[in-house]
């Protein structure tokens, strides 16, 4: 097996699974303190991307764009919230998938609209280019780059809600959002605040996923999919399961659509091979959740409040 090209399919699934856990977490802690679920947060990722692009190409900086695609997430997160999201928090699922739903169509309509059906694309500045050598293999600058991001971002997240006054507060209100309140604690502050975080999380998911993909029209509604499976796996409302499973759903998917043809060409001809391949990597992430959903209903890392 060539060492060079299995370290490269090893750092994209790396880098699936990291940019997967900036969508799940926030989607998981959504889901599991509010018990809200929204289809709609393939919109931050998306909204991420074209804020990014559209300031990157303006003043020709990536990290300008990157820096202020952030704020602009965190106060439509809070603002989604605000005028929709915290009227729902006690209606019925269906309601929530439906209302956030509309919210995805709305937005990808709005995004038509203002940018135009053809997407944009993210130049990168020239540090971000190239190639650099670890251990004797030859990784891309940017790959890199990412990885390091969303690592750092993980950590940060981790950090956060592990060992702050605030984590201390979400956690409680996962835990208990009636005996928090009880505690004097402003739940309703604390649902705004994690919405608006996981808005952050997926907004910056989509701008690392930019110069690689470019900004697309809906380019978030397949990837939220992949994000409910990795909570699914992981543990609703669990951290630490969303990154263990991010990491696992993008080295699947990456290192499936790599060497299953390979492996299905000896059996089938090539073209079999080459087209049901990719097909079965992303199957084998569905089996995975199914296999989950019976023998770990609560997933691997439940919380330990459910």
């Not at 929204?38 to 990157?56: E, Q």
């Not at 989604?80 to 309601?95: F, G, M, N, S, V």
């Not at 009636?178 to 999380?201: C, K, P, Y």
């Not at 391949?277 to 989950?292: D, E, K």
Request: with cysteine.
């Amino acid at each position: 097996m060539d060492t060079v090209l299995l370290a490269n399919q090893i750092l994209n699934g790396v880098q699936l699974g990291l940019i997967l856990f900036l969508l799940a977490a926030g989607l998981s802690l959504i889901f599991g303190i509010m018990d809200f679920i929204n289809l709609a947060h393939g919109v931050f990722y998306m909204i991420g991307a074209y804020a990014s692009a559209t300031v990157a190409l303006a003043l020709d900086s990536f990290v300008i764009g990157l820096v202020l695609a952030i704020p602009i997430s965190l106060a439509l997160g809070f603002a989604i919230e605000w005028a929709i999201a915290r009227h729902l928090y006690k209606r019925d699922h269906l309601d929530q998938v439906l209302a956030t739903f509309g919210l995805v169509l709305c937005f990808d309509t709005a995004v038509k609209y203002l940018w135009g059906p053809e997407g944009l694309s993210v130049p990168l500045p020239t540090w971000l280019t190239g190639q650099q050598s670890l251990a004797g293999v030859t990784l891309p600058t940017y790959r890199i780059f990412v990885v390091a991001v969303a690592a750092a971002v993980a950590v940060a997240l981790w950090q956060v809600i592990a060992r702050t006054r605030a984590g201390m507060r979400i956690r409680a209100s996962a835990s208990n959002a009636e005996m928090a309140r009880a505690l004097g604690i402003n739940t309703r502050l604390v649902f705004a605040l994690v919405f608006a975080i996981g808005s952050v999380l997926a907004a910056v998911a989509g701008i690392m996923v930019a110069p690689i993909t470019g900004a697309s029209i809906g380019m978030g509604n397949q990837v939220v999919i992949l994000a409910l499976v990795v909570i699914i796996i992981g543990g609703i409302g669990s951290i630490g399961g969303a990154f263990v499973a991010s990491l696992g759903v993008g080295l699947i998917d990456t290192l499936g659509r790599a060497y299953l043809p390979s492996v299905m060409g000896a059996v089938f001809s090539p073209a079999v091979a080459s087209s049901a391949g990719p097909a079965l990597a992303s199957v084998l992430i569905y089996v995975t959740m199914t296999l989950v959903l019976i023998f770990r209903p609560a997933g691997i890392f439940p919380p330990a409040s459910r």
